[in-house]
Each structure stands twice: as C-alpha cells, then as structure tokens.
C-alpha cells in the first residue's frame, strides 16, 4: 500500500489513478511540479538527524488536560521551571459546598527552588483564578500582557496580595502581516 502511494507520487506509476484495497479511495498521479522522492536501496531517505543531542523538556500538565478549565501547566529544561497559565473551574451540580475546584499544587511547591516565574496567556478565570492560592504559598514573578497584569492585580488585592508580586508586563510584537489586513484599525 505504502509502496503503491510512493509510486504515485514520485511519477514512476505509469497509472493515472489507483483505488485502495477498499475501493473507496482514490490515489491520483502527483503533478509534475512535486519534485521525486530521493531514494536508497533500502527505500526513501530519511532526514539527517542533528549531530548533537538536543536539550529535553520536561512538560507536567497539573491541569487542563482533558478537561474545561483548572488549566495549569509546568515546562521544565535545564533544571529550570516556569508555569505556564494557573487556573481553576468551576464546581458541578453535584459538588455540594465546594465553591471553585483549582489544581494541585503540591509539585509546584515541592519544586518552588527551580521556578523562575509564571506566564500567564489570558485573564480567564480558568487561567487566573488559583493565582491567590499558588502566591499564599511562595512568590514568584508574573509575566503577562497589561490587560492581564490588570485583571491578576484586582483579584490579588482581594487577598492583600498585590502590593509584594511583581508584575512584569509583555508587549505583544507588532507583525506588519497584521497591520496590513483588512480588518485591522487605522492607527
């Protein structure tokens, strides 16, 4: 089967189209303009792998995976830390007297030496809304855009936490692709 597509592909079929075993699909002739396959006795060459090791990333999902909210992620490379996003959900109709569910941050705590910071993407609550909890327990620097720095201090100041986290504001890099479209503001 694999055989028969590369036929195809690199124009050695002389078929102008083939179907599958099942009779369903159809594989047509590739056009001319698709350069051949470069290939070894053994079949197509692979890519050249790089000649040094490449550095491993330790990636911890603590929450948000597979599910709505409670997003909260640890990325982990050459023994440094930093989360990414720190939320919470909201509870379902039958968690009763629960009033927000946010993840478990005892790795994060276990590991607070190494993290050197937390990047938020949004001012959802489900990427914001366990930030008072995670800095009652230690404190690290927040990196985030104004309007999400904004909305991290308003509800750190509901816990008398504002004035000791540092903020450190990131200015989206304006990209000429985008000013050049059509549905962009005049400036």
């Known amino acids: 089967m694999l055989i028969e597509f590369l036929e195809v592909f690199d124009g050695t079929d002389k078929r102008t189209e083939s179907r599958s075993r099942c009779g369903q699909c159809v594989r047509r002739k590739a056009p001319p303009h698709f350069p051949p396959l470069p290939t ?37 490379c050459c023994g440094d830390m930093i989360i990414v996003d720190c939320g919470l959900v909201f509870p379902e109709n039958d968690m009763l007297g629960v009033d927000m569910v946010i993840p478990d941050i005892t790795f994060v705590v276990q590991n607070k030496d190494k993290i050197k910071g937390l990047l938020i993407t949004h001012g959802h609550e489900d990427h914001i809304g366990s930030i008072p909890y995670l800095l009652q327990k230690f404190d690290l620097p927040i990196y ?27 200015t989206p890099a304006r990209s000429s692709s985008w000013a050049a479209s059509p549905w962009s503001p005049s400036m």
Do not use: D, S, W
């Open 40 to 76: 070894t006795p053994a079949g197509p060459r692979r890519p050249q792998q790089p000649k040094e090791a490449a550095t491993p990333i330790h990636i911890y999902p603590l929450g948000g995976l597979g599910e709505v909210g409670k997003n909260m992620t640890v990325y982990e």
């Open 144 to 170: 985030g855009t104004r309007l999400t720095c904004g909305l991290i201090r308003n509800k750190l100041e509901e816990f008398g936490l504002a004035g000791k986290t540092k903020f450190v504001e990131i």
